[in-house]
């Protein structure tokens, strides 16, 4: 029986923290700022909150220091870091521990200084990246240009189709009035941007920012007495193939094949019912090869995909419909974000960037290099 017919969790809560640039914040005080928002968004204080979720590079024990000075004693925690998407899998686990019985109420956060201030931690442990790091491969975006490489080469991708999606992503960006990069961009600007490892340009790489999130996952039994529709967890999957790039098993196609299967299985859905798309995009090429994997195209498919602005408002495939990571905003672990605007989305609350008539979203996290992935269908009433 899947999470759709059961009606087992819902997102009842989201909210971001201040973003962009916040060099009065530290990373505790932007996942409480997010926390406290998504709480009231969804009529709850912390005193209903029995189940944390975290993840991020900030701390050894980032549960204990986040649960420490929110005030939170919970009796479930989950510090799965799986990197940018670690947060969709956190959704899939709360929805399986309210499922269980183990607790009611999850907050599910993040927050990072990534932009002011800057963590030293190297992206790849020098142990696991011996054949990398010493070469000069510089991460993360080297693995993601060796991807678009290989893509390129294989299926005959072109820099211009990648240049669509970051066009359409800044398109949404120009209706969202909290995304950092709001100027129109064409085509042009983006083949004429420099290189940052051939063959992605600056404006095929997201962005650096400061920022947080959180939601909130509550029980059917509490999602029904909120003041807000709740929005449910139909379907997750998760998986991951590698750490390092070198390691990638097939450098066009991730395990998104699995965890988006897993997804529409348990949630019981075809594609073509999906009515907007959160797709975590690092890079231009990131979104690319997660259609493809997600089996929304064949493998090599994607550029045509893509191509006369299909992803863009007025597109018949709206995708990274807040302006993405590569206008809105990318702390580091941008996951978070992607389930935020789906909900809202679902709620029908974007007002001028609203997709009209959106029931069902599909939400698609990204970590690593490729490594890991995370896919949640979510829908309302």
């Avoid at 490489?149 to 991708?157: A, S, V």
């Avoid at 064409?186 to 095929?204: G, Q």
Wanted: one cysteine or more.
């Amino acid at each position: 029986m899947s999470l759709k017919s059961e009606r087992v969790a819902a997102i009842v809560g989201v909210a971001e923290s201040d973003l962009g640039k916040t060099p009065g914040k530290n990373v505790l005080q932007l996942q409480a700022q997010a926390a406290k928002l998504a709480l009231e968004d969804a009529g709850l204080t912390k005193h209903d909150v029995d189940a944390i979720f975290t993840a991020g590079n900030w701390a050894w024990a980032p549960n204990l220091m986040l649960a420490e000075y929110l005030g939170i004693q919970p009796k479930y925690t989950d510090s799965t870091n799986i990197g940018g998407s670690s947060f969709e899998a956190h959704v899939g686990h709360a929805a399986a521990g309210i499922k269980a019985g183990l607790f009611d109420v999850a907050l599910i956060t993040y927050g990072s200084t990534n932009r002011t201030k800057p963590t030293n931690s190297s992206f790849q442990s020098p142990l696991t990246a011996q054949y990398e790091i010493p070469f000069g491969l510089p991460t993360p975006v080297g693995a993601y240009a060796l991807a678009a490489t290989r893509h390129m080469h294989q299926y005959g991708t072109t820099s211009e189709q990648l240049a669509e999606i970051a066009v359409a992503t800044r398109k949404w960006a120009t209706l969202n009035e909290k995304a950092y990069m709001r100027e129109p961009i064409e085509i042009a600007d983006v083949l004429n941007s420099r290189f940052i490892a051939e063959p992605l340009h600056l404006l095929d790489c997201c962005l650096v920012s400061d920022g947080g999130g959180a939601v909130i996952v509550a029980s059917n039994k509490v999602a029904s007495k909120l003041k807000k529709k709740p929005v449910w967890i139909l379907g997750h999957g998760e998986s991951h193939s590698h750490n390092t790039i070198t390691n990638m098993p097939d450098l066009t196609m991730t395990s998104a094949r699995e965890s988006g299967k897993a997804a529409f299985e348990m949630a019981g859905i075809s594609h073509h019912e999906i009515d907007v798309a959160e797709i975590y995009d690092s890079f231009t090429i990131t979104v690319l090869l997660t259609l493809e994997a997600l089996g929304f195209c064949q493998p090599g498919e994607g550029g045509a995909f893509v191509s006369g602005q299909r992803t863009a408002p007025g597109g018949d495939f709206p995708m990274n419909t807040n302006g993405g990571g590569l206008s809105y905003c990318h702390p580091g672990m941008y996951g978070i974000f992607l389930l935020i605007e789906a909900v809202r989305q679902l709620r029908g609350e974007c007002d001028v960037r609203q997709v009209s008539d959106a029931n069902l979203a599909l939400v698609h996290g990204t970590g690593g290099v490729l490594s890991s992935t995370s896919t949640v269908i979510l829908g309302r009433d």
